[in-house]
């Protein structure tokens, strides 16, 4: 299985970002999509994941702002992210495991990060 989340770049404060993430293949071990983010030294952190069929959680902080999505027929997940502010600049992931969980020692498939810079 492979992943790839793409979409990043340098926006300003109030600025709107949708990020994507291709999977190649969906199976029962890929039966959820999920964001995750690490700032510079920091740990990673969970923004939210989708199942295929559209169940989906968000990590209390990000509710409101961030908006996942999945198009099952085009294997791609997203994530709307609205109202951004300086401390939303990380390298975002996203990552597939087989149940919809924000804990991400549970995803077994990751890729390889797409950078957002929210900066004036």
């Known amino acids: 299985v492979q992943l790839q989340a793409f979409g990043g770049g340098l926006v300003r404060p109030g600025d709107s970002l949708r990020l994507s993430c291709a999977a190649s293949?969906?199976?029962?071990?890929?039966?959820?999509i999920g964001w995750f983010r690490q700032a510079p030294g920091k740990e990673r952190v969970f923004v939210a994941a989708i199942t295929w069929n559209g169940a989906s959680i968000y990590a209390n902080s990000m509710k409101g702002r961030f908006t996942i999505s999945s198009d099952y027929a085009r294997n791609m997940v997203y994530l709307q992210m609205n109202s951004l502010k300086p401390e939303d600049t990380a390298l975002y992931y996203c990552?597939?495991?087989?149940?919809?969980?924000?804990?991400?020692?549970?995803?077994?498939?990751w890729g390889q990060g797409t950078q957002v810079t929210v900066s004036s």
């Open positions: 990552a597939a495991t087989s149940r919809l969980t924000g804990t991400y020692t549970t995803y077994e498939y």
């Open positions: 293949e969906r199976t029962f071990r890929t039966n959820a």
